[in-house]
């Protein structure tokens, strides 16, 4: 994901929480006709379960395309808006979790924001395979932070790509 001037949601970000509430609301909408057959007697009982089914699964896709649509508003929010500061990595610790085949670390550091007190964070982070190895402590990385709650931030991955790739006349050909 590369970080531009203006950071834009990509189309799949914003594909999949209008289908969630699309197709939540949409279940929501066939349930409450099917109870509203059984109580009038005209559906067969069978159907019980496809709406009880429907009654679970509507309001969790509700309410998933909901968090999924708020996460993404405010990381684009942050990534637009926050200021630029450095986090510099005091401790890692690797986590048991895994993101897309990514692990998990927990970073503590300090983010220093020009004009305001540096402050203690820590995140949970799946950076990139390919930069991995730039996490050690006392290592800086660019990071995006949200102006009215310091501890709230972004690590800028494509300001850490573009710092560490050599520019494209060093490369040999075929890179």
Known sequence: ????????TS????????FLVVAGTVLLA?????????VAGRFPL?????????????PI????????????????????????????????????SRVGGRGVVRLTGSVA???RAATQVTVRVAPPLHLTQLL??????????DPEIPTRLRIDWAAVEDATTPPTSLCPPGW
């Open 1 to 8: 994901m590369k970080i531009t001037p203006e950071y834009r």
């Open 11 to 18: 189309p799949a970000r914003r594909f999949w929480p209008l």
């Open 30 to 38: 066939a349930t409450a006709v099917m109870i509203a057959g059984m």
């Open 46 to 58: 069978f159907l019980m379960a496809v709406a009880g089914n429907l009654a679970i699964w509507s």
């Open 61 to 96: 896709m509700l309410v998933a395309g909901i968090v999924l649509r708020v996460h993404y508003a405010r990381t684009e929010r942050l990534l637009n808006h926050g200021l630029r500061g450095t986090l510099r990595i005091l401790d890692i610790q690797q986590t048991a």
């Open 113 to 115: 924001v020009p004009a």
């Open 136 to 145: 050690r402590r006392g290592a800086e990385l660019p990071v995006k932070v």
